[in-house]
């Protein structure tokens, strides 16, 4: 009997040694940056653009014909009071679509071919792990920030239909009620914006980069934020003015600014979470 459980032992102990011990990924480590650093990351994103511009025009044509396709169906629905926020809203999704743009800065980086298939191979199979979570929260913000703009409408402006959008931009910019219901609504988008864009800064690239969870890639990202207030908010900021500016000519601006922020966006990325190496030494 005690040979029998001698033997039991030996080959438990056999298939344990052949079970390679579970290392959990080292936590990203948050550095300090300065505006400079933002200044820097853009330049470098531009030159990302520059060296392959093919991937950031299509992927800014991808946004843009969104953004038009949306436009046409609020006026197909008769819905134009919705344009302006759905306008604003539009850019809460400009992380998830620049998901493509970070895989080529990243291939770059590790000196990779560049090439259609495995670029948009990686965004589909991306879409089904950690990063399909986080573009849920992203529209999920999206529905919230709409849901909130039709219930101020209703507060402020009542029930009212708006046969076109110059009757809604002239009732929103010319009566006490339309005043109050811009004032509150563009508050109310400034904080949702603000707090959508700590959850995303640096999640999307770090999900792309890391084997992390999205619950992980979300809390260092609000880390970032919080322990770089100044320079991040700062380059969201920037983001939003770009997107406004680009958005004016039918989004037609777009196929410039998104591919030249999304490149930025993950040269930033670089800067503010530190290498795996460093984050397993410290």
């Known amino acids: ?28 480590v948050i550095r300090e940056i300065t505006m400079e650093d933002v200044q820097a990351a853009f330049y470098e994103g531009l030159n990302d653009f520059r060296a392959a511009p093919a991937y950031g025009l299509f992927f800014g044509a991808v946004y843009a014909a969104g953004g038009i396709l949306m436009l046409a169906l609020v006026i197909a629905l008769d819905a134009v ?4 926020p759905l306008a604003a809203g539009f850019a809460l999704i400009g992380p998830f679509v620049a998901v493509g743009l970070y895989e080529v800065s990243r291939r770059r980086d590790h000196g990779e071919k560049l090439a259609w298939g495995p670029i948009l191979g990686v965004i589909f199979s991306q879409s089904k792990r950690e990063l399909g979570w986080m573009a849920f929260v992203t ?9 909130q703009v039709r219930l101020l409408l209703a507060l402020f402006l009542g029930f009212q239909s708006f046969a076109t959008l110059g009757d809604f931009l002239n009732v929103v910019f010319t009566t006490p009620e339309g005043l109050l219901f811009l004032l509150v609504g563009n508050v109310v988008g400034a904080l949702l914006a603000l707090g959508l864009f700590s959850l995303t800064v640096i999640s999307f690239p770090l999900l792309l980069d890391r084997d992390v969870d999205f619950i992980t890639a979300m809390i260092a990202s609000v880390k970032s934020v919080v322990m770089n207030p100044k320079p991040m908010i700062g380059w969201g900021l920037f983001i939003v003015l770009g997107l406004i500016l680009a958005s004016i000519p039918f989004f ?8 030249a922020l999304g490149h930025a966006s993950w040269r930033l990325y670089q800067k503010v979470v530190a290498p795996p190496e460093e984050a397993a030494a410290g």
């Open 81 to 84: 009071y919705l344009a302006y």
């Open 252 to 259: 037609l601006g777009l196929l410039i600014i998104l591919p």
């Open 139 to 147: 529209l999920f913000v999206l529905i919230i920030w709409l849901y």
């Open 1 to 28: 009997m005690a040979q029998e459980t001698t033997g039991q032992d030996q080959v438990q102990g056999q298939a344990a040694a052949m079970v390679p011990e579970y290392k959990p990924a080292p936590q990203p």
